[in-house]
């Protein structure tokens, strides 16, 4: 099992390496698991882990930009550095902290866009 707490300095320290500014980073469409209107720019992911290994991205959800619901076989952090993020759980502004724990089930969404740091223990599922 993966220490979290281990990986979230590498996450941080790779987030202000690559700058946290939207504009100057580079970001390709996530498209798995029945995302729609999102990009990440990696900062870690299987490539570095392991296959179903943890990653980490600043993702950007665009304007309308959403995901269809998905369970989670580990945890997933997500930090809101900039927007809003609606969750079944509410809006989450700027500033917001997010910890989904394994099992649990959501569908992110954003009407106006968000920029965010998000870490996953292990891959999702669609249910």
């Given amino acids: ?10 996450a941080l320290i790779r987030v202000n390496e690559a700058g946290a500014d ?9 498209t798995a698991d029945g ?7 990696q900062l870690y992911g299987p490539q570095e882990t392991g296959e ?4 980490a991205g600043v993702v950007r959800y665009r304007p ?3 995901t269809q619901a998905h369970r989670h076989g580990g945890f997933e952090i997500i930090y809101v550095l900039d927007g809003h993020l609606q969750t079944d759980a509410g809006d989450h502004q ?5 910890c989904m724990e394994p099992g649990s089930v959501h569908a992110p969404r ?5 920029l965010l740091l998000v870490i ?6 669609l249910v």
């Fill in 1 to 10: 099992m993966t220490d979290m707490a281990a990986l979230l300095p590498e």
């Fill in 22 to 30: 939207a504009q100057t980073l580079d970001f390709a469409p996530l």
């Fill in 35 to 41: 995302r729609c209107g999102v990009e990440m720019h």
């Fill in 52 to 55: 179903g290994g943890p990653a």
């Fill in 64 to 66: 309308g930009a959403r």
């Fill in 94 to 98: 700027a500033g917001s902290l997010l």
């Fill in 110 to 114: 954003s009407d106006g866009g968000a």
């Fill in 120 to 125: 996953w223990e292990q891959a999702v599922h």
